[in-house]
């Protein structure tokens, strides 16, 4: 069975930084296009950074100058690093993609199993 296997979270100073990494299990299984997504307590889930299967990424506007969201297609991973951080960016952090099989069918849609992230002094 694959899945989306997130790391890097945790508790960090306000300023700090922390880096996600998300990456598929199976490595004969593919990211296209993959989002960064978070919930805060009391919150609706938002979506942070998108990166197209091409690279192109796209951010929230609350984190902009903050965040990279970066893919690496050899280990199939794709990366949020997140930078200056504000307890405001306290959450949960879950990665979604889509995957494809090594014929590039689609496979479905996935997501991860979620980060805890907390800043806090």
């Known amino acids: 069975q694959v899945q989306l296997v997130e790391s890097g979270g945790g508790l960090v100073q306000p300023g700090g930084s922390l880096r996600l990494s998300c990456a598929v299990s199976?490595?004969?299984?593919?990211?296209?296009?993959m989002g960064w997504y978070r919930r805060a307590p009391g919150k609706q889930r938002e979506l942070v950074a998108g990166i197209s299967s091409g690279g192109s990424p796209n951010y929230a506007e609350s984190v902009k100058g903050r965040f990279t969201i970066s893919r690496d297609n050899a280990k199939n991973t794709v990366y949020l690093q997140m930078n200056s951080l504000k307890p405001e960016d306290t959450a949960v952090y879950s990665c979604?993609?889509?995957?494809?099989?090594?014929?590039?069918?689609?496979?479905?849609?996935?997501w991860g199993q979620g980060t805890q992230v907390t800043v806090s002094s």
């Open positions: 199976r490595s004969s299984f593919n990211i296209n296009a």
């Open positions: 979604n993609a889509d995957l494809y099989d090594s014929l590039s069918r689609y496979f479905g849609n996935y």
